[in-house]
């Protein structure tokens, strides 16, 4: 099971999360955002991929991010195609696509990017197209039939471990942690990531 941790941006903490045992860490190019990252970090990770998360970017912006920071995966939260999605990834990176899930219906759009994105994440709803820090009902879920692998996301915090040690799909391949283990902005509380991380790989899912 995958744990990505999102909304990073300072070195010396991408350093501590990296060393938590993170498996993927991202990068918010959305200048809306308070997680924004505008500078290259003195250090990013070697051991964990670095995800670049964009909100209806245009190509040429994600094509330089992906070179100035080597990305591995991007992960798209705004409108962005099918289409764009597969032009992506013709750049070598693996693509994720966000969807905010609010009921049965919304789930019905993943449909049509099958086969152009290599995971889904499903998020809850929000102006700010993501980190609203508030989870969604995970039980609407059941009603995604697809292959395409998925990762939680959306308020996932310390209280979560329950939740996630009793929810079961056949799709899901991770989870998204954001502003639920932060003490400011783009700054992670290692400590209780690395408390969260150890227990929940002890739930062994
Ligand atoms: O975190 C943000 O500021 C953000 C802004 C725009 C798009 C995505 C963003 N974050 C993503 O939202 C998930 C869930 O965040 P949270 O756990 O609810 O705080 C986060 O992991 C990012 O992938």
Known sequence: MLIKVCGMRDANNIREVEACGTDWMGFIFFAPSARNVTDRPEYLPVHARRVGVFVDADFKTMTEKIQEFGLHLVQLHGTESPETCLKLKQLGVEIVKAFAIRSPNDLKQTAAYTGTCD????????????????????????????????????????????????FHHPAWAGIDLNSQFETAPACKNTAALKTFIDQFKTLQL
């Open 119 to 166: 995971y889904f994440l499903f998020d809850t709803p929000c102006i700010g197209y993501g980190g609203s820090g508030k989870s969604f009902d995970w039980n609407l879920l059941q009603h995604y039939q697809g292959k395409t692998p998925f990762l939680l996301s959306g308020g996932i915090g310390p209280d979560s471990l329950e939740a996630l040690a009793s």
